[in-house]
């Protein structure tokens, strides 16, 4: 069974009513297309996909398509694991406490714009923490657009706050 179905199911959502949800946001779904995006006999678009995160408040599927399902994005984007926020906030304190002890490290290696042979280690381990940052902000990233979609945070209100951050 897919991811989609999954989810739908665990909504308790037939497919009629998605498609109906689907239409009431501009956007033409039919019951047989998701039918057999669900059962994997046609490939789900990225619109189809952002449409579903939408519908079902599951921002997560859009990481799971970019990281599972297309080609670039098999590449270059990780899977996210949903967590709670205990844990990202955990996890983004490590990882930030181990790049501190690296800062220096770091400077020294690219402050010659080349890294040696001598200096490749170093610079691979870096590297890999600050992925793991990166990883941890996409995760807490997704933790807000759940609690968003099921207004556990004021959406106006974050949004307005956002802007004026954004526009300084």
């Not at 037939?14 to 239409?23: F, L």
């Not at 956007?27 to 057999?36: I, K, W």
């Not at 046609?42 to 970019?66: A, K, R, T, W």
């Not at 200096?119 to 923490?129: N, S």
Request: hydrophobic residues 35%.
């Amino acid at each position: 069974m897919s991811v989609y179905k999954d989810i739908r199911k665990k909504l308790s959502l037939t497919r009629d009513e998605v498609c109906d949800k689907a239409n009431e946001l501009k956007f033409p779904l039919q019951s047989e297309r998701l039918e057999r995006i669900e059962n994997g006999k046609f490939d789900i678009q990225p619109e189809e996909v952002m449409l579903l995160s939408q519908i079902y408040g599951e921002p997560m599927l859009c990481n799971h398509y970019c990281s599972k399902e297309c080609p670039i994005g098999q590449k270059y984007v990780p899977e996210i694991k949903v967590k709670d926020l205990a844990q990202i906030v955990l996890e983004m304190l490590s990882s930030l406490n181990s790049m501190k002890k690296s800062q220096e490290r770091l400077i020294e290696i690219t402050a010659d714009g080349e890294i040696s042979d001598d200096e490749i280690k170093d610079f691979v381990f870096i590297q890999k923490e600050l992925e793991r940052i990166s990883i941890t902000v996409e995760t807490l990233q997704l933790w807000v657009e759940k609690m968003l979609a099921e207004e556990k945070i004021n959406i106006e209100k974050y949004k307005k706050i956002k802007d004026d951050i954004n526009s300084q």
